[in-house]
């Protein structure tokens, strides 16, 4: 088993910044990506970033526009999501997960096996 724990999330205004961590315990061996998910309410769990613990590989979506950046300390079994130029349409639940598999795609949340409890994070216009 892999735990989850995100922080990092809150109220801020459009062009902000935020930073989000997610710490990882347990069996952390066994997971080979970490990525970062976000949902509003009536909407499905949508793909926001990727990166794999070993040699750190990064994939984005599209709708990010180049404005979050996904990093990771192995050192802390903690997986980081900086967000910049927050829009009002980034307002979701954030949602960190672990992937165990070795190949694939890591864009879809079938493709992990491990979820925290989700941060919040609001953007006010």
């Known amino acids: 088993q892999v735990q989850l724990v995100e922080s990092g999330g809150g109220l801020v205004q459009a062009g902000g910044s935020l930073r989000l961590s997610c710490a990882a315990s347990g069996r952390t061996s066994s997971s080979v990506a970490m990525g970062w998910f976000r949902q509003v309410p009536g909407k499905e769990r949508e793909f926001v970033a990727t990166i794999t613990w070993s040699g750190g590989s990064k994939y984005y979506a599209d709708s990010i526009e180049g404005r979050f950046t996904i990093s990771r300390d192995t050192t802390k079994n903690t997986v980081y999501l900086r967000m910049n130029s927050l829009k009002p349409e980034d307002t979701a639940v954030y949602y960190c997960?672990?992937?165990?598999?070795?190949?694939?795609?890591?864009?879809?949340?079938?493709?992990?096996?491990?979820w925290g409890q989700g941060t919040q994070v609001t953007v006010s216009s």
């Open positions: 997960a672990a992937s165990t598999y070795y190949s694939g795609t890591y864009s879809s949340p079938g493709r992990y096996d491990y």
